[in-house]
């Protein structure tokens, strides 16, 4: 017998990304705006509790006066889980996805960043095309998250094709070694997201993936909690501090997510979300 699909028509997805590229850039997460509190109490630098005091005052005064947290108000990143048993009326996916990004944007006066070639430089004027990846999942919801990805600290990121033998030391050196060279750029405290295992691209994924993880929850596999936990503390012994300035919080959180992969290669990523860690979810 075969299922019946529950229809979404493609105005709602529209009107329903639209809102989430308003309010990704407007109010910064729950768990993020905690962490950042709790930063002051654990920074030992002056100077890094008056920069912390000054990104906890940007965010409030960005959600009361409706105003994007950073002028850098990103590339649209969308990650999409639609359910098997759900039909898309009225249109394309995609399209809808691209009309909901251009609309927002357009009503938040939100920056147009997004340059149709990547060597001619020519502004869409829109910020459209968005970056789209679709998981296909059970069930008849489609989850929409709308991560908007400032360059600051998308440009910072990296991959690294480890060898198996390199082992957890090696992970932990190519991360300590990324987030040296990102200093101040990708405008610290950040959430670094690190993928392992899969393929040169799905690590990647896997990475910018651990971004949107809650701060505070930790992987459930033992072996990355405890790397995560390990890593937090070295990256704030490196001294970078509050927007590069110096002290304790150059991170408030690490995030691993793992894939299988195979015998002879361990794939790396790491990508840096900055203090602005903007992303915002409905479920149709």
């Given at each position: 017998m075969c299922p019946v699909m529950?229809?979404?028509?493609?105005?709602q997805i529209v009107e329903t990304v639209s809102k989430l590229c308003i309010d990704a850039?407007?109010?910064?997460?729950?768990?993020?705006?905690?962490?950042?509190?709790?930063?002051?109490?654990?920074?030992?630098?002056?100077l890094g509790v008056k920069v912390l005091k000054q990104l906890i005052?940007?965010?409030e005064l960005a959600a009361k006066k409706k105003m994007p947290i950073c002028q850098d108000t990103g590339y649209t990143v969308v990650f999409l889980e639609l359910g098997q048993d759900v039909r898309v009326t009225g249109g394309d996916l995609y399209?809808?996805?691209?009309?909901?990004?251009?609309?927002?944007?357009?009503?938040?006066?939100?920056?147009?960043?997004?340059?149709?070639?990547?060597?001619?430089?020519?502004?869409?004027?829109?910020?459209?095309p968005a970056v789209i990846h679709t998981?296909?999942?059970?069930?008849?919801?489609?989850?929409?998250?709308?991560?908007?990805?400032?360059?600051?600290?998308?440009?910072?990121?990296?991959?690294?094709?480890?060898?198996?033998?390199?082992?957890?030391?090696?992970?932990?050196?190519?991360v300590l070694e990324r987030v040296r060279k990102a200093g101040a750029n990708p405008c610290p405290p950040v959430?670094?997201?690190?993928?392992?295992?899969?393929?040169?691209?799905?690590?990647?994924?896997?990475?910018?993936?651990?971004?949107?993880?809650?701060?505070g929850e930790y992987n459930n596999e033992k072996t990355y909690g405890d790397l995560e936990k390990e890593l937090l503390t070295e990256i704030n012994?490196?001294?970078?501090?509050?927007?590069?300035?110096?002290g304790r919080i150059t991170a408030l959180a690490v995030h691993i997510e793992e894939w299988p992969c195979h015998i002879a290669s361990l794939p790396v990523?790491?990508?840096?979300?900055?203090?602005a860690s903007r992303h915002k979810e409905v479920i149709l």
């Open positions: 529950r229809e979404i028509d493609i105005k850039s407007f109010n910064l997460p729950e768990d993020v705006l905690r962490a950042l509190n709790e930063a002051v109490s654990r920074e030992e630098s002056p005052e940007n965010t399209d809808a996805i691209n009309e909901g990004v251009k609309q927002g944007s357009k009503e938040a006066y939100l920056r147009y960043s997004i340059v149709s070639d990547p060597l001619k430089r020519e502004n869409t004027g829109d910020n459209t998981d296909i999942v059970p069930g008849d919801r489609l989850k929409i998250i709308v991560a908007p990805k400032g360059a600051g600290s998308e440009n910072m990121s990296g991959v690294c094709m480890l060898k198996p033998g390199d082992g957890i030391e090696g992970i932990k050196d190519f959430i670094v997201g690190i993928g392992i295992g899969g393929t040169f691209e799905k690590a990647t994924l896997l990475s910018k993936k651990a971004l949107l993880r809650s701060i012994n490196l001294g970078i501090g509050p927007e590069g300035l110096g990523a790491v990508n840096f979300q900055c203090y």
